[in-house]
């Protein structure tokens, strides 16, 4: 079957680094997203890997390594507004995209 | 402005209801889904079209239908043989040819009481 791991919950201190890692088993792949959701809204677009490395944008960086079947999303200097999910999404060989259960981050002052 | 317009945004719904979740979107897009959201699950796939007057079951169809009439429109409706239909539905558009981003609605919180 397919699948998508994510850590459940995650708390990390404003002004700090905060690493969220997902592994994933998928029939294929073709692109690897990440999507950040507040609470009662909808996903928002964070970044997009497909190929191996680190993309940076600002504040945020997300990595991918297909051959681990890996990726990371990095947050640095961490705001209280980043309390959020953050969701790993994968398309899969037939362009089916597999979400991840997300996780729920926690920025304490 | 351009974007997807779900509504109603909170839906309230008596056992044995029909309800119909509006979805229209002006990003000129052609792919059309909608998603399921309970806690601590992933996002899943009810149905989805990639183009007009043709659309397909994803992952839990079952209890819901779907049609595409116009590109900007993709309406979900809730039979009465859902039996669990409590949930936060999310409509998205995706447009041929990117990287796959997907643009979402607001989404639509339907409660069964």
């Known amino acids: 079957g397919q699948n998508i791991d994510q850590p459940t919950e995650m708390t990390a201190t404003e002004g700090a680094i905060v690493q969220i890692n997902c592994t994933y088993q998928?029939?294929?792949?073709?692109?690897l997203f990440w999507y950040q959701q507040h609470a009662g809204e909808a996903p928002t677009f964070l970044s997009y890997?497909?190929l191996d490395g680190l993309e940076e944008k600002g504040r945020f960086s997300s990595f991918l390594s297909r051959s681990k079947g890996y990726s990371y999303l990095l947050l640095k200097e961490l705001q209280m507004k980043d309390s959020a999910s953050y969701l790993c999404a994968v398309w899969d060989s037939n362009y089916q995209l597999i979400w991840g259960a997300g996780t729920k981050l926690i920025i304490k002052p | 402005d351009g974007g997807i317009t779900q509504s109603p945004k909170y839906l309230f719904r008596k056992e044995g209801q029909n309800v119909t979740l509006s979805c229209e979107q002006n990003?000129?897009?052609?792919?059309m889904y909608w998603y399921r959201q309970d806690p601590g699950q992933g996002l899943r796939l009810i149905y989805y079209s990639q183009i007009v007057n043709d659309f397909q079951k994803g992952d839990i169809a079952e209890g819901y239908s779907v049609s595409r009439e116009k590109k900007e429109s993709f309406p979900l409706t809730v039979t009465s043989a859902q039996k669990n239909p409590t949930a936060f539905y999310l409509c998205a558009t995706r447009a041929q040819g990117d990287t796959g981003e997907l643009f979402f609605g607001e989404g639509s919180r339907l409660t069964v009481l």
């Open positions: 890997n497909v």
């Open positions: 990003l000129n897009h052609d792919a």
């Open positions: 998928t029939s294929g792949f073709n692109g």
